[in-house]
């Protein structure tokens, strides 16, 4: 279902707050980890969408649904390493 290779992979939309915060919370984990992380639209995806659309952002980590809503920094920290 995600088109991504990444470890970890936000599923979101633009102008989201909430996934504002998670991304925040995605880019330094990963960084600091040298984890490879993506994001992706349901704007762009109308599967995405239908499954996503009232619980985004959705952070999915080695392809299974990690957090809802928000990142937890500790637990995605857990998760890879």
């Known amino acids: 279902m995600l088109d991504s290779k990444a470890r970890v992979v936000l599923v979101g939309k633009p102008d989201c707050h909430l996934c504002a915060d998670a991304r925040a919370v995605i880019e330094r984990v990963c960084a600091d980890l040298s984890v490879e992380w993506d994001e992706l639209s349901i704007l762009d995806d109308p599967v995405l ?30 998760a890879l390493s």
């Open 49 to 78: 969408a239908d499954e996503y659309w009232e619980k985004i952002p959705v952070t999915f980590v080695d392809g299974d649904v990690h957090d809802i809503y928000r990142v937890s920094e500790a637990r995605l920290r857990a």
